[in-house]
């Protein structure tokens, strides 16, 4: 089974930066597109930002010029660097990752994974 782990959430003034960290373990192959997403209280989980095993990012208009989305392979992590954070930016956000791992000594098996969530709240 694998479980994608987020940390580094928490409480931040408007104008500050967080870093979210998110480590898939368990018996992986390789992982493949890598993601985060959140949700705001009230509303539906949207994209904030996902990239590819080559390095292809895509990113939501609202966060494009301040948050940065990064990837190491060797550690199965993915990273969101959050600069200049709003109040709008107040959050549970979740890592998403698809993952290969053995079905049988013969075959393999891609998966997406979803971790428990990091909270995010932009305040003064």
């Known amino acids: 089974q694998v479980q994608p782990v987020e940390s580094g959430g928490g409480l931040v003034q408007p104008g500050g930066s967080l870093r979210l960290s998110c480590v898939a373990s368990g018996s992986i192959i390789n992982t493949n597109d890598m993601g985060w997403y959140r949700q705001a209280p009230r509303e539906q989980r949207e994209l904030v930002a996902t990239?590819?095993?080559?390095?292809?990012?895509n990113c939501a208009e609202s966060v494009k010029v301040r948050f940065a989305i990064s990837r190491d392979d060797d550690k199965n992590t993915v990273y969101l660097q959050m600069n200049s954070l709003k109040p709008e930016d107040t959050a549970v956000y979740y890592c998403?990752?698809?993952?290969?791992?053995?079905?049988?000594?013969?075959?393999?098996?891609?998966?997406?994974?979803w971790g428990q969530g990091t909270q995010v709240t932009v305040s003064s």
């Open positions: 998403n990752a698809a993952v290969v791992t053995p079905r049988s000594i013969y075959d393999y098996v891609q998966n997406d994974y």
């Open positions: 990239i590819t095993r080559g390095g292809t990012i």
